[in-house]
């Protein structure tokens, strides 16, 4: 649906072949996603596992929390990144491209397993703002673009080049409280059409 040849590129947090979500939860949907990773050979991988429990947000209402609910929260997002960062250990051995996203200061960056990745491949995430890709929001002034600082991790020179923009000034920005930051969770086509070009290039 984005526009890629079959075989191009496999997203790996949306659906499978029978069009149904993915469970990563489940081993036995993680040995499925990674087989079609190994049988398709996609020239990019890209993944964006679910931030929750790496927010700075979720972080402040920890203590709110039941301790075994956040255990839990915790443990599934983990599990989630680990196996992302298994895959791209694989893209990157074969000779082949991955893209990472997550919030720029969710703690998944922090995550042992994320800093040896970075360093055995001697990479580093670029910090892009969404305001730069057209990500808007609506807030009690009206319409207006939103910052949201978006890490990006990947081992392609030109994806990096084209998604390392930060905000120039000049306007406003929606703060995303109040429930307007779900809405932000789907990529503008901005974004999509960068990521698209950065992948052409390469």
């Given at each position: 649906?984005?526009?890629f ?14 069009g ?21 050979k996609?020239a ?28 839990a ?130």
């Amino acid at each position: 649906e984005h526009g890629f040849s079959p075989g191009m590129a496999y997203d790996i947090e949306t659906n499978d072949e029978s069009g149904m979500p993915w469970d990563f939860d489940q081993v036995e949907q993680r040995n499925k996603c990674m087989r079609q990773i190994l049988e398709q050979k996609p020239a990019f991988l890209i993944g964006s596992p679910m931030c929750t429990a790496f927010s700075i947000l979720q972080g402040l209402n920890r203590s709110k929390m039941d301790p075994a609910k956040w255990d839990a929260l915790w443990n599934k997002g983990v599990r989630h990144m680990l196996f992302a960062v298994k895959l791209y250990r694989i893209q990157s051995e074969a000779g082949r491209f991955f893209l990472h996203e997550h919030t720029a200061s969710a703690s998944s960056w922090r995550l042992p397993e994320m800093q040896s990745l970075m360093a055995d491949l001697g990479i580093k995430k670029v910090n892009a703002h969404m305001c730069r890709f057209k990500m808007k929001s609506r807030d009690e002034l009206g319409e207006g673009l939103v910052k949201k600082p978006t890490g990006f991790l990947t081992n392609s020179d030109h994806l990096r080049q084209v998604l390392d923009k930060q905000c120039l000034g000049g306007h406003r920005h929606v703060q995303l409280m109040s429930g307007r930051a779900k809405a932000c969770q789907v990529y503008p086509d901005c974004l999509v059409h960068a990521i698209l070009k950065g992948i052409r290039l390469e």
